[in-house]
């Protein structure tokens, strides 16, 4: 086991220690906008064939780190991808995003849900994840990731992405037993799902809960919190040492409440200041973000300005630095390639 002062900065600032500066990765970091990716795909059509297959993973994973050296390598894969080992199957359609065919609607679906078994149905997962710790050594830090129950149960219930979210509101709010009886089962399998990932060689890993900004703080309070909540402690009763990071997309309306979730990191949207969003978490919180990912579009001025300023606004102060959201399609490579290089020189 490495020493401390060996650490990767990324593992040394989620567990509170100090660095010079503040880490840098990005979420979507590999993916649409790179060169090297879309030439793969364009080979690979299938999304489930590129986040299964081990070798196109882990080459895949790896392409944002040979480019651009980030202090985290993050898994790459896809939330979804634990839902057919509890008996959920999905495809992702290019374009057009994941589909669950029939969505689950009924008791009946319910009970017939299946506990994770991550060794059986996710074998892959283990090949990606050691690979990764072995290919980046102590260089970088590499990130598991995982979708938070209200999100995956949304896109269970929905049966693809949607709008308004108009199917599991209504199970919410007309049959709230059913839904919460849907969302224990996919928490504790997330949570199963977590541990397995810190086994495989995960040594952060941050729950996606994309949707969770759709609901009402009091119905957030109700459907998303509570399990998110469960995830933490039942990761945190085997592994209480692997730091957590919690994301939700639109979350200025739920700060607060994400605090409260035992997770060990909170990533922020670009919707709140960061400096303001930490006040409101309490000072001594750790948080990760924040910048625009729509700032990669700007000037290479403009990117450096807003760079320097979150991270002046993190104050180098238990600060991962971050987008607000995922890299965009589109978003010009050499733009990303200054954004890293400017965090770097940050000391």
């Not at 945190?236 to 409440?257: C, F, M, N, W």
Request: aromatic share 8%; proline share 7%; net charge negative.
């Amino acid at each position: 086991m490495a020493s401390q002062q060996e650490l990767p900065s990324l593992l040394k600032v989620a567990r509170g220690e100090s660095v010079s500066r503040p880490p840098v990765w990005m979420m979507r970091q590999a993916g649409r906008y790179m060169k090297e990716y879309r030439d793969l795909r364009d080979k690979y059509p299938s999304f489930r064939e590129r986040s299964e297959n081990p070798d196109l993973a882990i080459e895949i994973s790896l392409q944002p780190w040979r480019a651009f050296k980030p202090d985290g390598v993050i898994l790459f894969s896809d939330i979804l991808t634990p839902l057919p080992g509890i008996g959920i199957d999905f495809d992702i359609v290019e374009n057009k995003g994941p589909v669950i065919d029939p969505p689950i609607r009924t008791q009946a679906q319910v009970d017939q849900m299946r506990p994770l078994d991550p060794e059986a149905s996710l074998p892959f997962i283990k090949t990606i994840l050691k690979t990764l710790r072995e290919e980046v050594g102590n260089q970088s830090t590499v990130l598991g990731f995982v979708g938070a129950p209200w999100t995956l149960a949304a896109y269970a219930i929905e049966g693809k992405t949607s709008k308004n979210y108009s199917n599991i509101k209504g199970m919410a709010f007309k049959e709230p037993q059913l839904l919460h009886t849907f969302l224990g089962k996919v928490a504790d399998a997330i949570a199963q799902y977590v541990r397995y990932q810190i086994d495989c060689g995960a040594q952060v890993v941050q729950m996606f809960d994309s949707w969770a900004g759709q609901l009402s703080p009091q119905d957030y309070e109700t459907f998303a919190l509570p399990y998110q909540k469960r995830v933490v402690e039942e990761v945190k009763q085997t592994h209480p040492d692997t730091p957590l990071i919690l994301y939700i997309s639109g979350s200025a309306g739920v700060l607060e409440r994400m605090g409260k979730t035992g997770f060990d990191i909170i990533s922020l949207d670009w919707t709140v200041d960061l400096a303001e969003g930490r006040q409101r978490l309490g000072q001594d919180t750790k948080v990760q973000g924040n910048i625009d990912p729509g700032v990669l579009f700007g000037s290479q001025d403009f990117i450096r300005d807003r760079v320097l300023e979150t991270i002046r606004k993190g104050e180098n102060r238990g600060h991962i630095l971050n987008l607000g959201h995922g890299v965009l399609p589109g978003t010009p490579e050499d733009n990303v390639r200054h954004f890293f290089e400017v965090a770097k020189q940050a000391e």
